[in-house]
């Protein structure tokens, strides 16, 4: 007849070799009629996907081209895609500075490196001009258990010859560590990732960028929750990142990961 229909859709993929499950979203496919023919108009509903907390991948939003090497799977784009071959490289090397860290870790994941930065937005604590990038669950369902942990970074990042080997290893190491550092104070999830990230230069090197980032800081103390992102978050990563290095230089790095684990299994969530 006249108008549209609606129907609700369970729409699932499953990454091979990647995701732990199939991944299952809800979504509201809207048919009309044109002539004698049946199209479809349009695959998502917004107040369905508010409701759902839908984010969008990069292949809900625009072409992709996607790169594996090995256990990495690289997702980018029409305006990203220049670069790949460098990203592909650069990650691989994160890779394997990580898993020095973290030998447990599989290694395997996902990574998004493409010009719209919506998924981004919507997962970060920070607004997108001040995000490099940002690790996340990918869940099978609403509400369910997690398929996969996953990291994406902006446009900037990719581009960016200079930084991006330090943001991959930041975000890898969240990558890594999945739910383990879920009760530990935000300032140590974020610092052990900033020590990580920081470990390929000499402990002296290291030393020289904290006194010139510090410089001007007074005391204060670690911010343990949300505040981290929204108190002049800068200060806040290069104090963490500072804390954790001192921590592992001075008592060993398992000092770091007696910390998350202390965290993870103490029965009170206090700070």
């Not at 020095?100 to 395997?108: E, F, K, M, T, V």
């Not at 998004?112 to 604590?125: E, F, L, W």
């Not at 900037?156 to 890594?176: C, K, N, P, Q």
Request: hydrophobic share 40%; with cysteine.
């Amino acid at each position: 007849g006249k108008g549209d229909l609606q129907l609700p859709v369970e729409f699932t993929m499953r990454l091979r070799g990647f995701d732990r499950r199939p991944v299952t979203q809800q979504t509201v496919w809207t048919f009309v009629r044109s002539g004698d023919e049946v199209l479809l108009a349009d695959d998502r509903d917004r107040e369905v996907d508010e409701e759902t907390g839908w984010i969008p991948a990069p292949w809900d939003l625009a072409h992709i081209e996607v790169r594996r090497a090995g256990g990495i799977l690289g997702v980018f784009d029409e305006d990203t895609s220049e670069h790949a071959t460098y990203v592909m490289s650069d990650l691989a090397d994160a890779t394997a500075v990580v898993k020095r860290h973290l030998p447990a870790w599989s290694g395997r994941y996902v990574a998004y490196g493409t010009s719209d930065t919506t998924a981004i937005g919507a997962m970060s604590a920070m607004s997108v001009d001040n995000t490099a990038g940002v690790a996340f669950p990918v869940l099978a369902r609403e509400g369910g258990p997690v398929a996969a942990y996953r990291f994406a970074v902006t446009p900037t990042v990719v581009g960016d010859v200079i930084s991006r080997g330090l943001v991959f290893r930041h975000e890898l190491v969240h990558v890594a560590l999945a739910s383990t550092d879920d009760r530990s104070p935000v300032w140590l999830a974020e610092g052990v990732a900033e020590y990580v990230a920081r470990s390929t230069m000499p402990v002296d090197e290291r030393r020289r960028i904290a006194a010139f980032q510090l410089s001007a800081a007074t005391g204060r103390t670690l911010e343990p929750g949300r505040r981290f992102y929204t108190r002049d978050p800068g200060l806040s990563y290069n104090l963490a990142a500072l804390v954790c290095d001192y921590l592992a230089t001075t008592r060993g790095e398992t000092v770091l990961w007696d910390l998350v684990r202390t965290f993870r299994t103490a029965r009170s969530s206090s700070w």
